[in-house]
């Protein structure tokens, strides 16, 4: 076993570790690919353990992240991920590995995770380990850093990340990019129905549009009545209870 990196040479037959074994998927998984493949020229990395499982890392430069944050000069890590049979191994460290290995000469790291364990957050404990620090929050989102420049200014989120709010009215609104595969295949889902409130679905399509997102997860966020509620993806029946409520 070892660790590969995608390109645009053979991201067309390598997996992307998401959605793996769910047929229903194959749509997001396209538009990934797709996605990745774009931001390959701006620098992002995929790396992944070459076998048939869920272990891979992806990040950029930081300018490029479709994330509202201001980390000038800084990777950013957009997720890290290693699961089922394979945790416990060391595999989470080998891929960290690979983007200190890539982020030299750089400011340093940065990524969003939670002051609790949420899912689609990568878990800060494991970076805290790893020499990483708390630099900014918009509860219950942290922004964590570790730096390889003292001098440089520490990261943090954009105002409009703290907003929370947007002005829609009545209802659900969802966004979401082709970041996450997962989010791509609810979100359609979500069109195909009928509702007895608004229920509106937005594609974030440019990195502006990211950094420009009134909360700091952009890769699927939910607004209920103009209030943020969530980054976590809904299934149908608590869409259907958040309508109610």
Not at 8 to 29: F, M, P, R, W, Y
Not at 51 to 64: D, H, T
Not at 181 to 206: C, G, M
Not at 212 to 219: D, G, L, N, Y
Request: glycine residues 6%.
């Amino acid at each position: 076993m070892g660790i590969i990196c995608l390109s645009k040479q053979n991201i067309g037959q390598e997996h992307i570790c998401c959605a793996l074994s769910d047929k229903k998927g194959e749509s997001g998984v396209r538009l990934k690919k797709e996605w990745l493949t774009c931001r390959f020229e701006e620098g992002l990395k995929f790396k992944r353990l070459n076998e048939r499982g869920k272990v891979f890392i992806e990040y950029l430069p930081a300018e490029n992240a479709w994330v509202p944050i201001e980390a000038n000069g800084y990777m950013f890590i957009n997720c890290h991920w290693v699961s089922g049979r394979f945790k416990g191994q060391g595999w989470g460290t080998k891929l960290f590995e690979e983007c200190e290995k890539d982020s030299e000469g750089m400011n340093g790291i940065v990524l969003i995770s939670s002051n609790k364990k949420k899912p689609y957050l990568s878990e800060k404990n494991f970076f805290i380990k790893n020499g990483f620090e708390v630099c900014d929050t918009v509860t219950p989102y942290e922004l964590v850093v570790k730096r390889f420049n003292p001098q440089a200014p520490l990261p943090k989120f954009r105002t409009n990340a703290k907003q929370l709010t947007i002005s829609n009215g009545d209802g659900l609104d969802v966004y979401f990019t082709a970041q996450c595969p997962f989010a791509v295949n609810y979100a359609h889902e979500i069109l195909a129905k009928d509702y007895s409130r608004p229920v509106r679905v937005h594609q974030i399509t440019s990195k502006e549009q990211a950094q420009s997102h009134t909360c700091p997860v952009t890769r699927y966020s939910v607004f209920l009545n103009g209030k943020f509620v969530t980054h976590e993806i809904l299934t149908q029946t608590k869409i259907l209870k958040l309508l109610e409520s």
